[in-house]
Each structure stands twice: as C-alpha cells, then as structure tokens.
C-alpha cells in the first residue's frame, strides 16, 4: 500500500502512512499522554481516538482478544498492540530522545505489562477523571478520528 491509500477493516479508514492511538477520553493521564504526543509528533504519524467513539469500537471490534482490555491501544499496519508494547510503538516513532525508550524492550514484556497495569489501575485516583469524553481543540481536531 502506498502512503495515500487506506487500511479497511469493517467500519474504519485509516491511512496507511498513519498510527492511530485509541485511548481512555474520560481519563486526565491518558488525554494528557495525547497531548504529549500531539507536541511532539513531528512527522505528523499519529491519529487518535477514543476507545468509545465509533472508530475506536470498530477497530476493538475487528480484535475479538481486546474487547475487554483497559488500555492504550495502537493500530499500527494492520495490527493492533496493547499496554507497554503500544507505549513503546509511541515513543519509537516520536521525535527527540523518545525513540530511546525502545530500550525498555530488553525487559519481559510481563514486566513491562506489570508496570503499566499498576499506573493503569492507579490513574482515576492519582490522576483524576473527565464526566465526559475528551473534545479536541480546534487547531488539532484534525488528528482525531471520530
């Protein structure tokens, strides 16, 4: 696939030449986590949505082993990663010393999970929740997929 076509899967069009991170839009960690990537993607690859609007359903819906994952997630080339295997695909592709984060690759991944499952756990309490869903600026509402 060349960088204008599209990855079709059920209901979803994302371009190929993109990353799409579905994402928790009630929690103030996980919408702060975008923000950081949204400043710093500096070859314009990431595209987001949250896990319940209707991409990201129609994504988890093509994924059977994820319906019921509480976490980040990226559809990356037809695939789609969870937990610190999808941090580690963030970091990979933003700019600056990120990509340098894929040295944590060198733990097992049940470690790598551990950790993220304790802050996921902990992130309503530590970090707070919105009522409702996150609603993109103006300047960067074209990044999201709804």
């Avoid at 579905?22 to 990537?37: E, I, T």
């Avoid at 690759?105 to 790598?112: A, D, E, G, S, T």
């Amino acid at each position: 696939m060349n960088s204008q076509q599209t990855e079709s899967n059920g209901t979803f069009n994302i371009p190929s030449d993109k990353i799409l991170v579905l994402f928790d839009g009630h929690c103030n960690l996980c919408n702060g986590a975008v923000q950081f990537v949204i400043k710093r993607d500096r070859r314009d690859l990431f595209r987001f949505a949250s896990l319940s609007w209707p991409v990201g359903q129609s994504v988890i819906s093509q994924f059977p082993t994820f319906h019921d994952v509480d976490s980040i997630l990226v559809f990356k080339d037809g695939k789609l990663y969870a937990k610190s295997d999808a941090a580690l695909i963030i970091s990979r592709n933003l700019g600056g010393a990120w990509p340098g984060l894929a040295a944590f690759r060198i733990f097992p991944k049940l470690f790598r999970d551990g950790v993220y499952d304790f802050i996921a756990r902990n992130r309503y309490r530590w970090f707070g929740k919105k009522d409702s869903c996150m609603i993109p600026e103006r300047d960067v509402s074209h990044l999201f997929l709804k």
